[in-house]
């Protein structure tokens, strides 16, 4: 049996619907209820409900694994209602979430808010912007302009009524008066632009611009998308934005100022629902402070005898029976507590796809740091991973201390102690080499190479932490050891791991990180080997603090094990991506399982030579300490760079890469050369044209969620009708089925309306909560009747097996252009293809001018936005025509592609670009320059051929053959290059950067 309903959202309606189930007497026979600030109680065996726990997060079909391992949550999904002093409560100031997330305050004449992703009100007077530097601007009035759109409406209008007098009276209509009375209209008084980049009115009327500081917007989820979560209203009438990213940090993010409960970790729930009263289980205690003697004390009376007691992190680690984790829980100073759960390891010319070579040959770069360019001097990366082998001659001199960290989980019989850390050990990775082979990526020499597999930053210190076992518990021993030794002066901690469970903020493993974000620690986490399905980012990569890394594979493209995030999130999503396929790096001394371990796979790439000292390996887990890498390159370059400032320039700097969306790849790709210019030189403001990518040319609609459940029977399938809209830019079908302990696997198949199967995933159970689901992903699915197929798959046990499922989609609604009437079919669609790419736009009166033509510069702009180009600005103009920094940023990194822009002479950036010169300059962006050079002189059948140069005529054969521009009788290479035929030559490359080679 198959039902199938439609709810205006998937996370709003698992909230919504179990609203009943509050105001039925279910929960007299529920087997546990955990209460937010009231901790957990037993009182059945027919389920686990939470009851207004704040923090649980649903992302996507995550609440379906809460459904069906029998674990029901009944909060709105992501939305935090705060009060002044920062608890959160359940509404504020007759504050109601009102469904297709929007919000009504009803308590602040009528405003509406609607999809206001990551916007907290709190002041009472005006307007604060805080840069994550410390620097405050102070504003009486802003309009917030976020691609995620903040939308004020209300019929007659809203008004704030703040010390300062600003007063927004109405949808179309804003007023700001300043406090020495003058009244000024219009948008343009004070804005956060699509970067967060802030243009403010000052009280007393003059205008400020603050520095590139928040949101960096790049790709197609860089536009307006609807919907969205993470709203908190705290009751007041001023906007105060802290950070970047839009990301808000208040008392919530660091236990300051609560009390009680703020969450439970579903999967020890089930556990205990499972225990008899006698049984134990080992579980960390999250507290609201550190920990003290006091509250030692509390556990020993509750009868705990013992366990690990943290030196810093506000975290103990019991064992303890099920009456005695529920006493736990209604301690006030307890905030979370955690099953111990096992973590996964997320396990060339890399170096070269992410600029690194060109940091080491940037003149401007060996001008201010010496003959070396900049290596990471003087900064210190702790890898948290299987350990560091420092025998290893690419790192032995770079191990500043290796660690071998131990912790009794709990099982201290008659006291409370640290953790058993055993220090100053030669080789902590003698079981799998992962660790070695990530701090190598970081810091390897290259000494066994010749300096061909260099690290990053080959001159960085490393701290070798080895959680060998990837122990939940050992790896809080790891964070803890961090910040019990200050003296290390660790500035980067690269953590290539993750778990099978949901996002929560006071989850131990985000306190620790946030704890050491706001140490001024820098941490990268790797997004997960999850992919390609959406809702797969790794848990611990979604704090908005840390640095996540999806992977590239060597081409470029979106490696496709790379975990993707929820589309239109403002956190999940990866930050940025970078290489993370088929990358060489060390080679542990002792049992190595880490990458290829056959000597044959490893010789393809490798010599005799090297072999004995590298190795290959293909995951997040070697994407993730390339960014870490980079990030001690930056530090050199500006030790006082805080980590917000580091993130923020990390994404400014990336390459864009279209046709991924943010919740993909992030900014894009890593970008080292430009993030550490910029961090070298701040002056250069590298990434400015972000801020203006998003122009209104496209909107993304999250559509509403297909929600779909059954029941399949052993070696049966069952199938489902699901419907994609037109001008859909994905399909993502997922399902779910528990309880955790079932041994049933089922499969998924995504059928198109012409019955093929366009996706498929039948992986093995895992364990862990969100271990069994299956997820599909199609990209640019046609309109029409799409089936998901759930197959189950026999096992010795096999029995019935209920399951639920969602198919999401969302669709691009393009702004009219009344001047594509009467183009055919194949011109449209490229013209739509590189507006949805942000790489193009139509005019201000709503034109696209398919027949005008190109200029110089607008061929530039294309490439660097479009045609995954890297950008970058040099200290000295290397034209003699191009000086501000936006067209810098496309006319030098664009340099190379023209064949007649030399530097040291003129760019022409305002004149038309010529067919030949556009040919030239699309056939390089493709990566097709090569092939194109060893044609040169080849035949053309153009009436005017002899007009075409014949050291160019291989681009101009490459560019026909590749279709990246049309053929006709004469080529005319002196005449004008269309809009239009841009646009083909755009969408041709995006297709190219992420089809499979033939």
Known sequence: MVRLITPQSLRRATALALVAVLLCPLHASAGIIIRGTQGITFTGADGIYYDNVSGVTFTGADALTYQVNGITGTTTSGVTFTGADGNRVASVDGVAYTGANSYAATGADGVTFTGADGVTFTGADGVTFTGADGTTWKANSVVVRQPNGVTFTGADGVTFTGADGVTFTGADGVTFTGADGTTMAGVQSAYVNGAGQVVGTRLDGTTFNASTNGVTFTGADGVTVTGGSGVSVTGADGFRMLGYDGVTFTGADTGAGRVGLMGFDPQLASKLDLLTDDGNVNAAVVYHHAVSDSDIATLKALGVRGGTRFQTLPVVVVTATKGQVSAISELDAVRYITDDRTLQWNADNSREQTGLL?????????????????????????????????????????????????????????????????????????????????????????????????????????????????????????????????????????CSFSANTTYHADDPVNVATRMLYDRGVNVVFSAGNAGPGMHTLNPYAAAPWVVSVGALDQRGRLADYSARGDFGSRNFRPTLSAPGTSVVSLRASGTNLTGTTSLPADAKGLTAAEVPYYTSASGTSFSAPAVAGTIALMLEADPNLSPARVRDILQRTATPLPPYYQHEVGAGALNAHAAVLQSAFPSRRIGLFRAVMNRGQVTFVKDPVQVFSGTVNPGRAVEVNLNVPADAVFASTDVAWGPIITTNDLGLATLDPRGEVVGESNYLNMPGLTGKRERTLVGGPEQGTWRARVTHTLSVAATPQEFSGVFETAHAVYAPLADLRGLDAFTLDNIRRAVSSLAMWPGADGLFRPLAAVTRAELAEAMIVGARVPQYVPNTPSFTDVHDTTTMNFAEGAQSLFPDAPRGGPFLPDERATRLTATVVLVRAAGLGTEAESKAGAFLGYTDAASIPWELRGYVQVALQKGLISSSMRFDPAGAFTRAELARGVATILQMNVEEQP
Do not use: W
Request: charged content about 20%; proline content about 5%.
């Open 358 to 494: 060109r940091v080491r040959q940037d003149h401007d770069l060996r001008r201010v740091s010496g003959v070396n360019s900049f290596q990471g001097n003087g900064v210190t990366v702790a890898v948290l991973d299987t350990g560091l082998d420092s025998t290893h001659p690419d790192i032995s001199n770079r191990v500043l201390r290796n660690v071998k960290l131990a912790d009794l989980q709990g099982a201290n019989p008659v006291e409370f102690l640290p953790p058993a850390n055993v220090e100053k050990l030669p080789d902590t990775d003698t079981l799998s080499g992962h660790g070695t082979f990530v701090g190598g990526v970081i810091a390897g020499s290259g000494s066994s190479s010749g300096g061909k597999y260099a690290g990053y930053a080959p001159k960085a210190r490393l701290v070798g932490l080895s959680a060998g076992d990837a122990s939940l518990f050992n790896v809080l021993a790891g964070f803890d050891y961090i910040l019990s030794h200050p003296e290390l002066n660790v500035r980067v901690v690269n």
